[in-house]
């Protein structure tokens, strides 16, 4: 039911091309999956999502662990049935969550401590409630808790972190028990390169179906990512997915693939989208600016998505202005199609052999591209 086919590989870099067989469809790897962290992408319906090309989206099991709750979401069938999405599904495991809002948390070895950042409410997060959350949700794909050290943090932080991460992935693989879903473990040890081989040879020794690799894109320099992922690239299997955690800026993306990875999620795309800033073939653009007052042509002219297809960027301006939902709706919509289609093209380069002069032309011209306001 969950099985990953390496199809193709780019010779002058890591990039390489797959598939990813779960239980409600086979993914095409490399993918971009939208974050529906509350089983919503936020301004986009489920039907809206599939129009654009999104096969897979990423759900967070620490919010819905404290709200509506995964008893709920169990009894209405699981995350598919309850938000209405035909397609994979992801879950990580709360644990970024858990160290980056929660108040007053209390890490231990046998787990977290945590204050509710909605209400206050005292919880304790461990390996085996991660895990029994995400087996109520009916993800299929379910992350271990692990974790995620703040950046910046020392050598020994990092450390001690990876230990941690190594003892709960054991006990997440030992309380996991639903057949159809896929555990994956999380490669930590911050930017130290030493760190992030343990914690991959440790987690590798263990019978995962996949690695994600956790704690970047956290503060750290774009490239100490790239380093890291450098480092990681021949140490990881090559018959397994590859998932890099958080990052979904569209040079990264590029970068990312060109080092191997298959996976990646980021609330970018909807979180840029509702504030203005889009991205575009030649760079970001930020929609509020006085110069597209008057500007009736396209978000983006090299973009086929709805949007750009159907209203222009006097428009978009003018219904942020007015704070109207559909100026947030019509922005996430265009840079999710974006993200979207842009790691197809890197699919579609690598299969066909040109990736290398996909990744330069693409770099070029995004960073050429002005901040447009």
């Known amino acids: 039911m969950f099985e990953y086919r390496l199809i193709a590989r780019c010779p002058e870099t890591g990039a390489r091309a797959g598939e990813l067989v779960t239980p409600h469809g086979v993914i095409e790897t490399p993918v971009f999956m939208p974050v529906g962290t509350q089983a919503t992408v936020k301004a986009m319906s489920p039907e809206e999502l599939t129009a654009l090309g999104a096969q897979i989206i990423l759900s967070n099991t620490y919010h819905l662990y404290l709200r509506p709750g995964a008893d709920l979401v169990a009894e209405a069938g699981g995350l598919h049935s309850f938000m209405g999405w035909k397609g994979p599904i992801l879950t990580d495991s709360g644990g970024f969550q858990v160290f980056s809002l929660s108040a007053l948390r209390e890490i231990s070895d046998d787990g977290v401590a945590f204050r509710s950042h909605r209400d206050g409410s005292s919880h304790f997060m461990t390996p085996e409630l991660s895990v029994a959350v995400q087996e109520k949700l009916g993800s299929d794909i379910a992350m271990c808790f692990d974790e995620c050290v703040p950046w910046p943090t020392t050598a020994e932080e990092a450390d001690r972190a990876v230990t941690r991460t190594t003892a709960w992935a054991r006990r997440c693989l030992e309380a996991h028990d639903r057949d159809g879903q896929a ?24 019978p995962f179906p996949g690695y994600a690799i956790g704690g970047l894109s956290v503060g750290e320099s774009h490239a100490d990512m790239y380093r890291i992922l450098d480092v990681l690239g021949p140490v990881l299997p090559e018959e397994k997915p590859r998932y890099l955690m958080g990052v979904g800026f569209p040079t990264n993306l590029i970068e990312g693939i060109a080092r191997g990875i298959d996976m990646f999620d980021c609330v970018l795309p ?28 396209p978000i983006d002219g090299a973009c086929d998505c709805y949007v750009c297809r159907n209203y222009s960027r006097a428009y978009v301006r003018h219904l942020h202005r007015s704070g109207e939902i559909l100026g947030a709706r019509l922005c996430t919509w265009h840079n999710l199609h974006f993200l979207v289609h842009l790691v197809g093209q890197a699919r579609r380069a690598i299969l066909d052999g040109t990736f290398q002069a996909f990744r330069r032309t693409f770099l070029e011209t995004f960073m050429e591209g002005a901040y447009l306001s």
Do not use: C, H, P, Y
């Open 183 to 206: 555990l994956f473990g999380i490669v930590q040890g911050s930017v130290f390169d030493e760190l992030r081989i343990r914690s991959a040879r440790e987690l590798m020794a263990l």
């Open 270 to 297: 909807s979180r840029n989208g509702r504030n203005g800033t889009l991205f575009t073939s030649f760079g970001r653009m930020n929609i509020k600016g006085a110069r597209f007052e008057r500007d009736f042509g």
